[in-house]
């Protein structure tokens, strides 16, 4: 029985991915700051450790005596130590220095200008006085989010020059690491950057040794607080633009030196053609994996992330099944409050593009948005599918809006 070792705290999105390693008969250890309730069905053996020091980390797993076919994360901020532990136990793994590049925004930037990859206008801020400056060289409207965090934790868009101290006095409030430990990571540092428009998308890739395969596009729609709303799977998107994107994406994974892992880029579609927002040295995470591929297209990225991460051949796993579409949409109630009631019409389990809905949080639960907490305005979510993409995104709005309702203790609301 081959031995995995999983990186990074677990929670109900991560299930499928230790669902997938059961199926594949593999030995499961989790190296965690918290063990999940859950975690007994599917976890073997619980490593604590705190993984915001990856010295602390490497000696226990040293002194454990142990050894393991490969290591993988499913995590944005243990990407990091994940490579480390690869190299330390020379296992296969991302190089470190491509992982660091990838849980820094501002490396990244760097990378791409250095290889002459389209890129948009970007200025190191690490400390705050400074904005004014970066500010005319860059003008508006703009972005300023910290270099090293993830789950659109501390993204502001400053539209003009009156919005200037109202960001800045909510970095200084919100952005530290008593807030949220996801801070601790180059504390202090942001990217400011040109707000860039256009339709936005991710692409999921999955490199192995030195092959980048592009997997597929997903469309994407996020709200005002630069959250994710909606995701659609294969992305609704002419043959010229796909090309396009998948093109820029390959070349950038190769300018970081991306390798032996997947990899979740963020890309959007401008007037000038394809811009990088953000690549992530890890899969994607809210469904588009566990359940929008393999819906759609039959593709099993989690068990090819697995596979990489045992230098197995992964040549089943990414290859197409069917070409049909699935999308997920967030359940988000209109503004924050507590949760009175949920209602689902019944008439929504007897639709046959319905898959499954989810609660994440239950009445009597606090729904708060940014910058007051960050990734907490969501209720719950919805999978529809569909035989195209298009259907399965209208089926997935349609059936949110149409058949639930939720009701909040506070002022008048609903979704
Ligand atoms: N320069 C920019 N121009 C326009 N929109 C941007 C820019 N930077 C970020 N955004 C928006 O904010 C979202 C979050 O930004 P980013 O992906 O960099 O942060 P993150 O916290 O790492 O996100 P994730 O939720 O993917 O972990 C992006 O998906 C995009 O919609
Ligand atoms: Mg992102």
């Known amino acids: ?127 705050l006085s400074t904005l004014n400056s970066a500010i005319k060289k860059i003008g508006y409207p703009a972005i300023i989010k910290p270099v090293s965090a993830s789950s659109s934790k501390g993204i502001f868009k400053i539209n003009s020059e009156k919005d200037i101290d109202e960001v800045k006095e909510k970095i200084i409030k919100t952005i530290t690491p008593e807030k949220d430990k996801m801070f601790l990571y180059n504390k202090g540092k942001f990217i400011f950057e040109q707000f860039i428009t256009g339709q936005e998308y991710s692409v999921e890739s999955v490199i192995q040794n030195g092959n980048i395969n592009i997997i597929g596009i997903t469309e994407k729609i996020t709200n005002n607080q630069f959250e994710e709303v909606q995701h659609t799977h294969p992305a609704p998107i002419d043959k010229n633009n796909e090309k396009r994107i998948k093109e820029t994406v390959k070349k950038v994974l190769k300018a970081i030196g991306a390798d032996n892992c997947t990899t979740h880029t963020e890309i959007k579609l401008t007037k000038e053609g394809p811009r990088i927002v953000e690549v992530n040295g890890r899969m994607g995470g809210d469904y588009i994996n566990t359940d929008l591929v393999p819906l759609a297209r039959g593709i099993n ?111 008048k609301s609903n979704c």
């Open 301 to 411: 990225i989690v068990r090819a992330t697995l596979q990489v991460s045992l230098n197995e051949s992964i040549r089943d796993a990414i290859s197409p099944k069917f070409n049909k579409g699935a999308s997920v949409r967030f359940i988000i109630p209109s503004h924050a409050g507590t949760i009175k009631s949920w209602k689902i019409d019944k008439e929504l389990f007897k639709k046959k593009e319905f898959v499954k809905i989810h609660k994440d949080k239950k009445v009597g639960e606090k729904i708060l948005f940014p910058p007051n907490a960050f990734h907490d305005t969501r209720a719950g979510y919805l999978i529809a599918k569909n035989s195209t993409a298009e259907k399965a995104k209208k089926n997935a709005q349609e059936f949110v809006d149409k058949y639930v309702r939720i009701d909040m203790y506070d002022k």
């Open 1 to 127: 029985m081959k031995k995995i070792l999983f990186v990074g705290s677990m929670y109900d999105q991560k299930i499928g991915v230790l669902k997938e390693a059961k199926k594949m008969r593999l030995f499961v250890a989790l190296m965690g700051n918290d063990y999940p309730s859950w975690g007994s069905k599917y976890i073997d053996l619980y490593i604590k450790s705190n993984n915001y020091d990856s010295s602390d980390a490497l000696e226990i797993l040293d002194n454990l005596n142990l050894k393991f076919d490969g290591v993988v994360t499913f995590w944005d901020r243990d990407v990091e130590l994940t490579s480390k532990i690869a190299e330390h136990f020379d296992l296969p793994g991302c190089p470190v220095k491509a992982a660091t590049i990838m849980r820094n925004k501002y490396l990244t930037r760097k990378v791409i200008s250095k290889y002459k990859i389209p890129n948009i206008p970007y200025k190191l801020i690490t400390d």
